[in-house]
C-alpha cells in the first residue's frame, strides 16, 4: 500500500488515508498540536506538569508537550509516580529517566512508600478491603498523589497522556453503570468547577489511538517496552477494552465515533451537572486538606484503613 | 518464519511458504486494532505478503496500565 501523499510504502492507514512514516509523524503531531490550540489547553503564563509513567503514551505526550511548550516558551516539567509493582513500573521508570535525560526534562518522581508508607505490591498483600480491587486503590493514590505534587511544584495544569481509548472506554464503563454525573467530569480538560486545590487536567493525546501512540513511538524510536500491569485482568476497563477492541476491528473508526458522539453531549452534561454541582459548596478533608465530597478524602480514608490493617497484622504476629 | 508474539512474549516458528498479515492475524487470533506488525524491522500494513525466510514481530499496542 502507498502513501496518498508520496511514493513511499505507507506504515499506517486509518481515517480513509494511507501514511508513510513521515507523513505519519507529521499526521500524528498535526493532530496533537491542533487539539492543543482547539481546546486552549495550555496558556502563555502556564506551568505544565506532565503526568508521565514511561509507558508510550506518556513518552508520546511528553515529547509533544516539550515540542509545544519550547516553541512558546511554556515552562513544564515530568513527574512520575512510583506504585511500587514489582517487575512492571521499575522498567518504565527506567526507560523514563532515559528519555528524560536524551531530551534535557526535568524529572521528579515520588513514589506510594514515602507518601502512603507503603508500596501497591504491599498493600495488595495485606487485602486492603475485600471489595477494593488494586486498581481502585491505585487509582485513588495515583490521582491523589499527582495532583498533590503538581500542586507543590508549582503547576498550573497537569498533562496526562490519555488518548482517544481511554475516553472512549471511560465513556462506555461510566454509561454501562449509569453514572453519567462522571461522564461531566471527563472531556479535554476534565473536571466541572474551578477550585484552587484542584490542578486542570489536560489531555493532548485526546484524539490519538492506542495503535497511533505505539506507532508514534516506535518511528520516533522511543525506548518502549511492552510492560503490562500485572492487575490489569481484574478490572472492568479491560473487558469494556477488549469489547471496545472487537467491535473496532469489525467497524474501523468506532472509537472515534464514540469519543466525537460524546463531545456532542459534553456541553449539555457538563451545564447540568455544574448547575447541581455547585448547589453544594466543596468541603476540605479534616486530615490533608484537600478539596473533597466528605469529611475526610478517598485518599486519608484508604491511609487510615491501611494503618488500621498494619496494627492488626502487627499485634497477630505479636 | 519466525514469530514474536509481545504480548505474550512468546517466539513461533510457523512453517508457511506465503500469507498476507490479514490472514496470519486471523490465524493466531489477533484483533487487528491491537498490534502492529514488524516485517525485518520495518513497520508493515495487512495487505503484506509474508514469506517463509522473514522475522516477524507482533507488536502490542494496548496500555500497560
Do not use: W
Not at chain 1, 508520546?60 to 516558551?73: G, P
Not at chain 1, 509493582?85 to 515520588?110: P, S
Not at chain 1, 475516553?167 to 466541572?192: D, K, R, V, Y
Amino acid at each position: 500500500m502507498q502513501c496518498t501523499k508520496c511514493a513511499e510504502k505507507a506504515v499506517y492507514t486509518g481515517q480513509g488515508q494511507n501514511f508513510c512514516k513521515n507523513h505519519f509523524i507529521n499526521y500524528f503531531e498535526n493532530k496533537v498540536l491542533r487539539t492543543i490550540t482547539r481546546f486552549g489547553l495550555f496558556a502563555p503564563d502556564d506551568q505544565v506538569c506532565v503526568a508521565t509513567s514511561g509507558g508510550k503514551d506518556s513518552l508520546s505526550v511528553l515529547y509533544m508537550t516539550m515540542k509545544y511548550c519550547r516553541e512558546h516558551h511554556i515552562a513544564f516539567f515530568a513527574l512520575a509516580i512510583d506504585e511500587g509493582i514489582a517487575g512492571y513500573r521499575d522498567h518504565t521508570l527506567d526507560d523514563l529517566r532515559l528519555f528524560c535525560t536524551q531530551y534535557d526534562i526535568k524529572l521528579e518522581i515520588v513514589s506510594f512508600k514515602d507518601r502512603f508508607g507503603d508500596t501497591l505490591d504491599n498493600i495488595r498483600e495485606k487485602g486492603i478491603e475485600k471489595n477494593k480491587k488494586p486498581c481502585t486503590v491505585c487509582g485513588i493514590f495515583r490521582r491523589t498523589l499527582l495532583n498533590r505534587e503538581a500542586k507543590r511544584l508549582g503547576a498550573t495544569k497537569l498533562a496526562t497522556g490519555h488518548n482517544l481509548d481511554d475516553e472512549a472506554q471511560s465513556f462506555l464503563m461510566n454509561t454501562l453503570l449509569g453514572n453519567m454525573s462522571h461522564n461531566a467530569s471527563l472531556g479535554p480538560i476534565t473536571g466541572l468547577n474551578q477550585n484552587d486545590k484542584f490542578v486542570p487536567r489536560v489531555k493532548p493525546l485526546y484524539f490519538i489511538s492506542e495503535k497511533e501512540s505505539r506507532l508514534f513511538a516506535l518511528l520516533k524510536g522511543f525506548k518502549v517496552e511492552f510492560n503490562e500491569c500485572p492487575n490489569i485482568g481484574l478490572s472492568f476497563r479491560a473487558t469494556v477494552r477488549d469489547e471496545i477492541n472487537a467491535i473496532e476491528s469489525k467497524l474501523p473508526g468506532a472509537k472515534n465515533g464514540i469519543v466525537n458522539a460524546f463531545l456532542e453531549i459534553l456541553p449539555e452534561l457538563k451545564e447540568k451537572y455544574r448547575a447541581e454541582k455547585s448547589r453544594h459548596t466543596f468541603q476540605y478533608c479534616k486530615r490533608c486538606g484537600d478539596a473533597c465530597s466528605g469529611e475526610i478524602c478517598n485518599a486519608c480514608r484508604l491511609e487510615e484503613e491501611l494503618c488500621r490493617k498494619e496494627t492488626v497484622l502487627r499485634n497477630s504476629k505479636e | 518464519m519466525n514469530i514474536f508474539i509481545e504480548k505474550e512474549n512468546k517466539r513461533l516458528a510457523l512453517a508457511k511458504h506465503a500469507i498476507r498479515v490479514a490472514d496470519l492475524l486471523l490465524d493466531l487470533g489477533i484483533k487487528d486494532s491491537t498490534v502492529i506488525v514488524v516485517k525485518n524491522g520495518t513497520v508493515v500494513l495487512e495487505d503484506e505478503l509474508l514469506e517463509q525466510e522473514d522475522d516477524i514481530q507482533i507488536l502490542s499496542v494496548v496500555s500497560g496500565g
